[in-house]
């Protein structure tokens, strides 16, 4: 057993763990900056949509496509999701590694439900709409901006997945704990990025 492994099972753990040491701290920065690129890839993607919102080749518009009642179930899957990340890293800090990892698997679970409404809401608008990739410069902007979403939540619960079972093997350490902790960070950076699809993309959508 390392040392720190011997101090998250003796309970010695400091109140942040996740910023204990001198790695810790530098993961947190690193992902921040990390996250400043990501928030440029989107924000392209976002400007591509609106640019090519209107061009819908006669296919579907956005106002004849979309059903709100289907995306914003969705969205507060997402939202929740994100909250419950947030009850997790409390736990954390309060050393309670059992709270922390059904957290963790309340967060994993919302975010597969996401993605399967998800999923259903693509698969709707090919075979009921005849809304593919290529109808439409539209098409092509709006699955690439939520499709891209989309992966990152995939990757999110994969990501979250693995730490469980890093935390059930190793324990909550310092040097686990800055990985939840970052984890954490990109749930909400991705939550975040959904609050905006659902603004500009949908709402927008109905309402333009």
Same mark, same amino acid.
């Given at each position: 057993?390392?040392?720190?492994?011997?101090?998250?099972?003796?309970?010695?753990?400091?109140?942040?763990?996740?910023? $204990?040491?001198?790695? @810790?701290?530098?993961? !947190? %920065?690193?992902? &921040? *900056?990390?996250?400043?690129?990501?928030?440029? /890839?989107?924000?392209?993607?976002?400007?591509?949509?609106?640019?090519?919102?209107?061009?819908?080749?006669?296919?579907?518009?956005?106002?004849?496509?979309?059903?709100?009642?289907?995306?914003?179930?969705?969205?507060?899957?997402?939202?929740?999701?994100?909250?419950?990340?947030?009850?997790?890293?409390? $736990?954390?800090?309060? @050393?309670?590694?059992? !709270? %922390?990892?059904? &957290? *963790?698997?309340?967060?994993?679970?919302?975010? /597969?439900?996401?993605?399967?409404?998800?999923?259903?809401?693509?698969?709707?608008?090919?075979?009921?709409?005849?809304?593919?990739?290529?109808?439409?410069?539209?098409?092509?902007?709006?699955?690439?901006?939520?499709?891209?979403?989309?992966?990152?939540?995939?990757?999110?619960?994969?990501?979250?997945?693995?730490?469980?079972?890093?935390?059930?093997?190793?324990?909550?350490?310092?040097?686990?704990?800055?990985?939840?902790?970052?984890?954490?960070?990109?749930?909400?950076?991705?939550?975040?990025?959904?609050?905006?699809?659902?603004?500009?993309?949908?709402?927008?959508?109905?309402?333009?």
């Amino acid at each position: 057993m390392t040392t720190a492994q011997a101090e998250g099972a003796a309970g010695t753990l400091p109140h942040e763990p996740e910023k $204990a040491t001198l790695e @810790g701290r530098n993961k !947190v %920065l690193a992902f &921040w *900056l990390f996250l400043g690129g990501e928030s440029v /890839l989107f924000g392209t993607l976002f400007a591509t949509f609106l640019a090519l919102r209107n061009q819908t080749n006669e296919g579907p518009s956005a106002n004849e496509l979309f059903h709100l009642p289907l995306v914003a179930a969705a969205t507060f899957l997402l939202l929740v999701s994100s909250l419950t990340s947030v009850f997790a890293i409390q $736990a954390m800090h309060r @050393g309670k590694v059992a !709270v %922390l990892r059904n &957290w *963790l698997l309340v967060t994993v679970f919302l975010g /597969l439900c996401f993605l399967v409404l998800e999923i259903y809401e693509f698969s709707v608008y090919v075979r009921h709409e005849e809304f593919g990739m290529t109808t439409s410069a539209f098409s092509s902007a709006f699955y690439t901006l939520v499709g891209f979403h989309g992966a990152h939540v995939a990757f999110g619960i994969l990501w979250i997945s693995v730490l469980i079972g890093q935390l059930a093997r190793k324990g909550l350490t310092v040097v686990t704990a800055p990985k939840i902790y970052v984890s954490a960070m990109y749930w909400h950076f991705i939550d975040v990025v959904w609050v905006f699809i659902f603004t500009v993309v949908y709402l927008l959508g109905k309402v333009g």
